[in-house]
């Protein structure tokens, strides 16, 4: 049996909003904000409320500027200048202090239906979008508009997401895209806030958001990039629970072209090529598999030991056990404990018949988790090599005694325990299992359990009450303990 593990990166960079430079090419704007009489009135009263000394004032020149621009629009022979000076009004109504997103219209200055609600923050988004579409050469002029209020509610968003604050964070990024629709950083906060929900079809319309709104702008190409590599991950993981069929080919070659797109222009990037490989091997190129792990093979120290085990996993699931097993050799010198990493290493080096090298890694296997028992089955595996390579009559009768020994092992393991997940999770490390009640009579145990540093140095113990549990049953367990250099655990043998 060859297993195969993956890891995944989701965890999103999130950019807070700055105000932009205005560039020199602002020079070539020219907006006429004088005439007609209409515009020119609403930009004295704009001054007027700029200028105002009592702050009572101020609404008034506002309601002022909105009614001239706004009570007869089709007289006014200037939408250019008209839009560009609504644009400024709403900013200074937006500017005031403790000022609200919607205001009644008639507040605001408006004539007609003036008991409706105005939501501020979409009449400027809309005031600067009709500047830029008429005059695109006045695009960095209106930015600083939109920017400003973009950014304080933006920031605002992230401030509550690191807080834990969803509800918040998810308010103030919703409300960010009624000042800047066409901005993917709200849509970036959105898909963290989905993936940390579990909202995964949510989380994946929410990267493609901000895949598509990122275009070519160099100013997004940090959330675009990590946008295109958590959904193409988020693809895959959906391919390989997906039964055979178009839907999961699919999703395979839309990960496999994320990832593509995303090595070319970040080429080198070894979380990238790690899931490329994945991709590649889900989609039964095996050539493309080895053109991704060689450069692996050539120079294992650029690569962590979890990009190591996925490029092995991809090498043993296409056949290729040989460098399977150098890969899985050279990410267990920097992990040397890691579980999965020994089971599947175990695999490959039974399929390859070395038992040189499968006896030291299903002993530490078996001394990682003890009652795992498949490990006693690998070890019987073991044996069984040996009593077939030897003509020896007597070692040939202790290897066979030494397989049927642990086959007996395997078959009677009480508990049974089944780890399903041991990873990292921030400055912590979280592991999770099954324990099965394998005996005639209900029983309760304790997992003295050790969390280990990359040289196998125990950072963080743990004693975890298990039970009780009837016969025949089972129940689960979940330990999370804050331990920044834990990268592998062990416990010992449960009896």
């Known amino acids: 049996m060859k297993a195969r593990i993956w890891t995944a990166v989701v965890s999103a960079t999130v950019l807070g909003a700055t105000m932009p430079m205005v560039s020199a090419a602002q020079a070539a704007c020219e907006i006429n904000d ?33 009614r001239v621009l706004t009570d007869d629009p089709s007289k006014i022979k200037n ?14 109504w937006l500017e005031r202090e403790n000022a609200g997103y919607l205001m009644k219209r008639g507040s605001v200055g408006f004539t007609q239906n003036p008991t409706g609600s105005q939501n501020l923050l979409l009449a400027l988004d809309s005031a600067a979008t009709a500047v830029e579409s008429m005059l695109p050469q006045c695009t960095e002029k209106v930015r600083p508009y939109r920017a400003k209020f973009f950014g304080e509610i933006l920031n605002k968003a992230i401030a509550a997401m690191g807080a834990e604050q969803n509800d918040s964070a998810a308010y103030f ?31 994946m319309i929410a990267m493609e958001k901000v ?106 699931a296409t056949a290729h056990d040989a460098d399977a097993s150098k890969l899985f050799e050279d ?23 070395d038992t040189e090298h499968m006896a030291p890694v299903v002993t530490r296997l ?31 009768k202790l290897a066979n005694d030494s397989v049927l020994f642990y086959l007996d092992k395997q078959a009677k393991m009480n508990p049974r325990v089944d780890i399903t997940l041991a990873q990292k999770s921030g ?42 549990v009837d016969a025949g049953g089972n129940t689960t367990f979940s330990v999370k303990l804050d331990a920044p250099k834990a990268v592998a655990y062990r416990y010992a043998p449960l009896k």
């Open 34 to 66: 004088s005439s007609p009489f209409q515009v020119n009135g609403a930009k004295q009263y704009i001054l007027a409320a700029a200028n105002s000394r009592r702050a009572d004032e101020v609404p008034k020149h506002l309601q002022n500027a909105i």
């Open 79 to 92: 939408e250019a200048g008209r839009q560009f000076l609504l644009l400024r009004t709403y900013a200074q």
């Open 173 to 203: 990024a919703n409300l960010s895209l009624q000042v800047a629709a066409s901005d993917p950083r709200p849509w970036n906060v959105l898909s963290t806030l989905y993936q940390k929900q579990n909202k995964v079809d949510s989380a």
């Open 211 to 316: 895949i598509a709104l990122s275009g070519s702008d160099t100013l997004y190409t940090r959330v675009k990039q990590q946008s295109r590599y958590n959904l193409a991950v988020t693809k895959l993981t959906l391919a390989e629970a997906a039964a055979v069929g178009d839907k999961k080919d699919a999703e395979i070659k839309a990960a496999r072209a994320l990832l593509e797109a995303y090595l070319k222009d970040t080429p080198g990037d070894a979380n990238a090529a790690q899931a490329l490989g994945r991709a590649v091997r889900l989609s039964g190129d095996t050539a493309a598999v080895t053109a991704i792990f060689a450069d692996m093979l050539i120079a294992p120290d650029k690569f962590t030991a979890d990009q190591l085990f996925e490029a092995a996993s991809n090498a043993a």
């Open 331 to 353: 990410g267990l010198k920097k992990n040397p404990y890691h579980r999965v990493a020994l089971l599947n290493y175990a695999n490959v080096l039974f399929t390859l018949k």
């Open 366 to 396: 078996v001394e990682v988790d003890p009652n795992f028992d498949r490990a006693y089955r690998l070890t019987a595996g073991l044996w069984q090599l040996r009593a077939r390579a030897t003509t020896d009559a007597a070692k040939k």
């Open 427 to 468: 400055s912590a490390y979280a592991v999770q299992g099954t324990v099965n009640n394998e005996g005639s009579t209900a029983a309760s145990w304790t997992m003295k359990l050790e969390l280990l540093d990359v040289a196998g140095a125990v950072v963080a113990t743990k004693d975890v009450a298990i039970g009780p």
